[in-house]
């Protein structure tokens, strides 16, 4: 047998743990569960989904599987975004495109499958909810009256809170000159007037799903011998 010298077989045992340690780690994947730094692009037409166990979608945004006609005629794909709840059913969606020119239509829907909220593509602002008109009598010899020269309330509305300012129409009528209004929401003054009201105020103390009461007031002043008022519009604004 010939000699082979130490330092050749030293570096033969060196090459076949080099080679055990690139074999091993080419049988490792890296972790595909996280992205600590870029961009995560899907083009040419994907989508990215999020899946429950039992294959209920719960998630998607890019090709939502439907197609609209673009500017040319031709069939395209649509692109979106679908949130549903556990049972599959869509709570908030953004997609149906008309066509090329249309936008799509941002749509949250109640656990019944209605349409409580949605934006009106075409002229802007809310398709739904449909805001209710507020209707008054227009004669103010019928509408509530004072004789008093001290504050007298005349209405009141009861508002529960969902934004933090309140839109206010109301009016004024006199038997002779002066008379003069003031609203109080809460017991706290936050607005007089010699004429009507018609502006936006801040709910004081604002908390969100509160109940207010807000009162439309009035009082003699100067010659006037009674003072009519009516609230024409009271609404929470953003």
């Known amino acids: 047998m010939p000699h082979i010298p130490q330092d050749v077989l030293d570096r033969i045992a060196a090459l076949e743990r080099q080679i055990k340690q690139l074999a091993g780690r080419a049988q490792i994947r890296p972790a595909l569960n996280q992205v600590l730094s ?20 719960h998630f998607r945004v890019g090709h939502l599987g439907t197609f609209y006609t673009d500017e040319n005629g031709e069939t395209a794909r649509e ?40 934006e009106n593509i075409e002229q802007g602002g809310l398709h739904r909810p ?6 008054f009598d227009i004669q103010p010899g019928r509408w509530p009256k004072t004789e008093s020269w001290s504050w007298e309330t005349l209405q009141e509305a009861h508002i529960e809170t969902e934004h933090g300012k309140v839109r206010i129409f109301a009016q004024k009528a006199t038997v002779g000159s002066g008379g003069e209004l003031r609203l109080v929401i809460n017991d706290q003054e936050i607005a007089k007037s010699d004429g009507g009201f018609d502006d936006t105020y801040a709910i004081p103390n604002f908390e969100f799903g509160a109940l207010v009461a807000v009162q439309l007031q009035a009082r003699r002043t100067g010659a006037a011998e009674a003072v009519w008022a009516t609230f024409c519009r009271v609404h929470c604004v953003g």
């Open 38 to 57: 870029g961009d995560v692009v899907v083009g040419e037409g994907g989508q990215l989904k999020v899946k429950a166990a039992t294959g209920v979608e």
């Open 79 to 118: 692109f979106g975004t679908i949130i549903r709840r556990r049972d599959g059913s869509i709570a908030l969606s953004i997609w149906n495109g008309q066509d090329a020119t249309n936008p799509q239509v941002m749509r949250i829907i109640d656990a019944k499958g209605n349409e409580i909220i949605a």
């Open 130 to 135: 449909h805001g209710a008109q507020a209707w």
